[in-house]
């Protein structure tokens, strides 16, 4: 137990770090903008790039492993969909951004830093692929079932042609398909460049945690929305069990891919769900309770999934 401690606490410590940092200092939120641009379009790129280029091309082309990883994810995406829709009689847009919240997990702050602290860069491809294609099926889905919510007043062909723009520029994505084309290529950058790529990917874990600590700072908790009740552990628990059992049904992969997917399931809601109703003006309040309180309880909840796999409590397949 003290080894899942002495990894989980320097990573939950620097969001702790950051949030105390936000409320202790009188700074704006627009005051976090030049870090969040430094995370999102140098360091992280720079990490994703490293880390996917030195990796065997055949490793990067499994798109079993895609796709049970995303039915899963989006099996709990329809599932917190039908929930708000069908139950609780909420609005499209509004089951939308529950939906969001459910199945769209911190995979872009918080996955690649504690995946590779947990299991090394030999979890550097699982993360960069389901961040890749998770990343593109959430800036998919959003935008058509708002304009289908009627929360979208451009045309379907504008809304598809900003969707792919978004995919396509998206840093991150950028960053891997370099990383895919040098790893096919076997191009191995010079000393100085590579040394440059080694201090940004250093810089991005810690970075993007202080600034995802900041974040929460900033937006208080008013109230704890009644659609936590569900939300919470499905995300938290019913998230990850399912990546487990569908990754165990379909196929034999490396246990180190099947605990990362388990890992990235288990992370608490992205803070992009609140950027997302942001835009759209949907669910902003609850989105960030639900941000904050994901997070919280995710403290607990990551360090006992690390335990379990750490410990051996838990088998890399359910159904060998």
Known sequence: ?????????????????????????????????WLNFFVIYVSLPALFFKLVSRTPLSELTRIDFIAAAMAATYGIFLLVFLIGR?????SIADCTMQALAGAY????????????????????VPVALIFCFENAAHFTA?????????????????VALDVAKKIAYHPFIIATAVGFLAAALSF??????????????????????????????????????????????????LHPLLVYVV??????????WVYTAVLLASLPTATNVFVIGQQYGVWQERASATILITTLISVLSVSGLLYAIKSGALPPDLFP
């Open 188 to 237: 191995e950058p010079p000393v100085a460049l590579q040394r440059l790529i080694d201090y940004l990917a250093q810089a991005a874990a810690p970075c993007a945690l202080f600034a995802m600590g900041v974040t929460l700072a900033l937006r208080p908790l008013k109230r704890v929305p009644v659609e936590l009740g569900y939300i919470v552990p499905i995300k938290l628990v």
């Open 247 to 256: 990754l165990s049904l379909a196929g034999n992969f490396d246990p180190l």
């Open 1 to 33: 137990m003290g080894d899942i401690i002495a990894l989980v606490l320097p990573f939950f410590g620097l969001i702790l770090i950051g949030y105390i940092s936000g409320k202790l200092s009188k700074h704006e939120a627009s005051a976090l903008g």
């Open 105 to 124: 997990g911190n995979i872009g702050y918080m996955g690649p830093g504690l995946a590779l602290l947990a299991f090394g860069e030999a979890a550097a």
């Open 86 to 90: 069908l139950i609780r009689g909420n």
């Open 142 to 158: 959003a935008p058509a079932l708002m304009a289908f919510a009627g929360g979208e007043e451009r045309r379907p062909g504008r």
